[in-house]
């Protein structure tokens, strides 16, 4: 069965602490993951797609990075305002219109 | 830039009854989906829709549960007889490329 585990649950850093968020995926085979970031009440608001192993994307403070087995959202001396959910999703080989298999999220609080 | 929009923002409906909640997809995006997500879970997949037609579905889209694209713009889903369970957030998505860029939502609340 294709699933997505995050971790940790919910990460709570000072303003300009650097960390790193981790999903772990176990898929048939993957046509792609992605990343979104979901503010409370709203919707998943897209960062990143990645396609194939040794991948890595860059946008702000975020850059994301991607092996067989799990990805990673490494977030670089973070503000306040990136505090939110990160949401990991897979889109497997074999779903016809690639719907996607989210993981739970990653609650990430910044504090001032 | 263009943007999926949903209404209502948040529905109240008592048990039993039928609701309707409705997605504008970006324009030229040809693949439109619905996910719901209960309060504290994981987003999941319902329905996905290409071309006219249901491609895909998953175990929750039950026969409760229908969708329509009426006109060239809109994108709808039914729920026929709401359950105390079906409370979630629903979100429309589309997708012209390979990423789904997702709608705001629709708080459903069943009484």
């Known amino acids: 069965e294709d699933q997505v585990t995050q971790s940790p649950e919910a990460l709570r850093l000072q303003e300009g602490e650097s960390s790193s968020l981790n999903c772990s995926y176990t898929?048939?085979?993957?046509?792609?993951l992605f990343w979104y970031r979901q503010d409370p009440g709203k919707g998943p608001e897209f960062l990143f797609t990645?396609?194939?192993a040794g991948e890595e994307k860059e946008k702000e403070r975020l850059k994301a990075t991607l092996t067989k087995k799990e990805s990673f959202l490494h977030i670089t001396a973070p503000k306040p305002e990136d505090s939110a959910t990160y949401l990991c999703?897979?889109?497997?080989?074999?779903?016809?219109?690639?719907?996607?298999?989210f993981g739970k999220g990653t609650k990430l609080s910044v504090k001032p | 830039e263009p943007e999926v929009t949903q209404t209502p923002s948040h529905q109240v409906t008592q048990m039993g009854q039928e609701v309707i909640l409705r997605c504008v997809p970006i324009?030229?995006?040809?693949?439109f989906y619905w996910y719901r997500q209960i309060l504290g879970q994981k987003v999941e997949f319902l329905v996905s829709?290409?071309?006219?037609?249901?491609?895909?579905k998953s175990e929750i889209f039950d026969d409760q549960f229908s969708v329509e694209r009426p006109d060239g713009s809109n994108f709808t889903l039914k729920i026929r007889s709401t359950k105390l369970e079906d409370s979630a957030m629903y979100f429309c998505?589309?997708?012209?490329?390979?990423?789904?860029?997702f709608g705001p939502g629709t708080r459903l609340t069943v009484l």
């Open positions: 898929v048939s085979g993957l046509r792609g």
């Open positions: 324009s030229n995006h040809l693949y």
């Open positions: 990645l396609y194939s």
């Open positions: 829709f290409y071309n006219n037609e249901i491609s895909e």
């Open positions: 998505a589309s997708r012209g490329g390979s990423e789904q860029f």
């Open positions: 999703a897979v889109q497997a080989y074999g779903g016809s219109q690639g719907n996607l298999i």
